[in-house]
């Protein structure tokens, strides 16, 4: 005897003051420390984001914005980023890798 199938619904929605709305938030805000996954597809600007971003993964040619107030592991996150802007010289490098020849222009996609 064959198994029915079942149909799997899916779909994006985000809280706003307690509530269920349906679609993409639009205005991104916060601390995103703790915050883990695979951005990929997400857009639109993270100007108001602060925090630390080494659990996010993923594309992000979709954002732009100020990234001044993000620090952290960087290397699980791809893509176009022209759109983004900021402080990135926080990149923690020691004056020990500098002196290796760590140069901070040369981990800017």
């Known amino acids: 005897m064959k198994k029915t199938l079942k149909k799997t619904l899916s779909g994006v929605y985000h ?3 307690g ?3 349906e679609g993409l938030h639009s205005g991104l805000r916060g601390d995103v420390t703790g915050l883990g996954g695979n ?3 997400l857009s639109g600007d993270v100007s ?3 925090g ?3 659990g996010l993964r993923g594309d992000v040619s979709g954002l732009r914005g100020d990234i001044s107030g993000l620090r952290g592991d960087i290397s699980g996150l791809r893509g176009n980023a022209t759109g983004l802007r900021g402080n990135i010289d926080t990149c923690e490098l020691t004056d020990e890798d500098r002196r290796k020849g760590v140069d901070v222009k040369d981990l800017i996609a």
Request: aromatic share 6%; proline share 0%; glycine share 14%.
């Open 39 to 41: 951005v990929s597809g």
């Open 48 to 50: 108001g984001l602060r």
């Open 52 to 54: 630390d971003v080494s």
């Open 15 to 17: 809280f706003k003051d």
């Open 19 to 21: 509530n269920k709305i």
